[in-house]
């Protein structure tokens, strides 16, 4: 099975109505893993409830703050909603931004890839020791864990639900490789990224690790505005573009490809309240670089280049600052165009 026959994708609604019913359509196109993402909604809650609405499509937390909850609770959460989804559930966990953690969640945040390592850790060890009744014993950086005297009386469906974490640079993409289940790719990463950063990290993660290459689901992410008019295409993604230019935590990646001053251009703009003068910043040619703007078959091109280096693949519409009838326009047309299973 090749990564086009693995496409997975966002949880995208306004309502929960919305976000059953675009499950629903994936689910009959085929579509392999539907993920939750944790911002506006909480990423369990979202899982659990399209887990109940759906009968084969995968479902994740796409990606779930892994600080904020202790192992414990991820633990027993994953579980649980393994069980009613019928062993279909993926647990997505991810650091998050620094300051949220810190001042929305009041939780340490340390270095980011040394305490998500613990996180994923004690949380498979607590899932895979649930219903032995032996005591359960952690001890990290970040994590001291000692569970004594408690048995999980409710028959797992597996013995482990498989974890997964998102990365972009070599610090996250080492420990993926380390110990994670699965990698999920950012979607302003384009393939030159994904070769010379992403994947020669990853890879010495497991090598160090003593696993194999098949031990880690890699799914890379194309960020994809299908729209026979390419100019509003090309709009559209300037503007998810142009919010994470903002964060200087992506400067190598605009930096890689000769982005580095535009991205500057609209971080400033951005910190001086100027926020028309964001996008603008961005140029066509940034846009090309990153994203799959436009027609189909220009589209499609993008996107089997970058299956040819994954697993799976995650296909996400441009997401910032365009209107929730085209972000949802686009993401039905990625279903329909991707979705193995779709007449389209």
């Given at each position: 099975?090749?990564?086009?026959?693995?496409?997975?994708?966002?949880?995208?609604?306004?309502?929960?109505?919305?976000?059953?019913?675009?499950?629903?359509?994936?689910?009959?196109?085929?579509?392999?893993?539907?993920?939750?993402?944790?911002?506006?909604?909480?990423?369990?809650?979202?899982?659990?409830?399209?887990?109940?609405?759906?009968?084969?499509?995968?479902?994740?937390?796409?990606?779930?703050?892994?600080?904020?909850?202790?192992?414990?609770?991820?633990?027993?959460?994953?579980?649980?909603?393994?069980?009613?989804?019928?062993?279909?559930?993926?647990?997505?966990?991810?650091?998050?931004?620094?300051?949220?953690?810190?001042?929305?969640?009041?939780?340490?945040?340390?270095?980011?890839?040394?305490?998500?390592?613990?996180?994923?850790?004690?949380?498979?060890?607590?899932?895979?020791?649930?219903?032995?009744?032996?005591?359960?014993?952690?001890?990290?950086?970040?994590?001291?864990?000692?569970?004594?005297?408690?048995?999980?009386?409710?028959?797992?469906?597996?013995?482990?639900?498989?974890?997964?974490?998102?990365?972009?640079?070599?610090?996250?993409?080492?420990?993926?490789?380390?110990?994670?289940?699965?990698?999920?790719?950012?979607?302003?990463?384009?393939?030159?990224?994904?070769?010379?950063?992403?994947?020669?990290?990853?890879?010495?993660?497991?090598?160090?690790?003593?696993?194999?290459?098949?031990?880690?689901?890699?799914?890379?992410?194309?960020?994809?505005?299908?729209?026979?008019?390419?100019?509003?295409?090309?709009?559209?993604?300037?503007?998810?573009?142009?919010?994470?230019?903002?964060?200087?935590?992506?400067?190598?990646?605009?930096?890689?490809?000769?982005?580095?001053?535009?991205?500057?251009?609209?971080?400033?703009?951005?910190?001086?309240?100027?926020?028309?003068?964001?996008?603008?910043?961005?140029?066509?040619?940034?846009?090309?670089?990153?994203?799959?703007?436009g027609p189909l078959d220009k589209v499609r091109g993008r996107v089997e280049?970058?299956?040819?280096?994954?697993?799976?693949?995650?296909?996400?519409?441009?997401?910032?600052?365009?209107?929730?009838?085209?972000?949802?326009?686009?993401?039905?047309?990625?279903?329909?165009?991707?979705?193995?299973?779709?007449?389209?």
């Amino acid at each position: 099975m090749g990564a086009l026959d693995r496409i997975q994708i966002a949880a995208i609604g306004d309502s929960v109505a919305e976000l059953a019913e675009q499950a629903a359509a994936a689910e009959a196109a085929k579509i392999d893993c539907v993920w939750t993402p944790e911002l506006f909604r909480s990423s369990v809650t979202q899982a659990t409830w399209l887990a109940a609405k759906t009968e084969t499509v995968g479902v994740g937390t796409g990606i779930a703050w892994a600080f904020t909850r202790s192992a414990f609770i991820l633990a027993i959460t994953a579980l649980d909603i393994d069980e009613m989804s019928a062993g279909r559930f993926r647990l997505g966990l991810g650091a998050g931004v620094k300051r949220l953690n810190e001042t929305w969640h009041d939780v340490e945040y340390g270095k980011p890839a040394p305490h998500l390592r613990e996180t994923i850790e004690a949380t498979r060890l607590i899932m895979q020791q649930a219903s032995g009744g032996e005591p359960i014993r952690y001890e990290g950086r970040y994590l001291d864990i000692d569970v004594r005297g408690w048995i999980r009386p409710h028959e797992a469906v597996r013995e482990s639900v498989p974890i997964y974490t998102a990365a972009m640079q070599e610090g996250m993409c080492r420990m993926a490789g380390d110990v994670a289940d699965g990698l999920i790719g950012h979607p302003m990463c384009p393939l030159r990224w994904v070769e010379e950063v992403m994947i020669p990290s990853f890879e010495t993660g497991l090598k160090r690790s003593g696993r194999r290459r098949s031990d880690l689901d890699f799914l890379p992410t194309v960020c994809c505005a299908i729209d026979d008019d390419e100019g509003r295409a090309i709009d559209a993604a300037r503007r998810t573009i142009a919010f994470y230019a903002t964060v200087r935590t992506y400067r190598p990646l605009w930096q890689m490809h000769g982005f580095a001053g535009a991205a500057e251009a609209a971080g400033d703009a951005f910190r001086r309240g100027a926020l028309a003068a964001v996008p603008e910043a961005i140029p066509d040619e940034m846009v090309e670089a990153y994203t799959a703007a436009g027609p189909l078959d220009k589209v499609r091109g993008r996107v089997e280049a970058m299956a040819a280096v994954g697993d799976g693949l995650w296909l996400t519409p441009p997401t910032y600052f365009i209107p929730p009838e085209q972000l949802m326009e686009y993401q039905a047309k990625i279903v329909r165009a991707f979705g193995p299973g779709s007449s389209c």
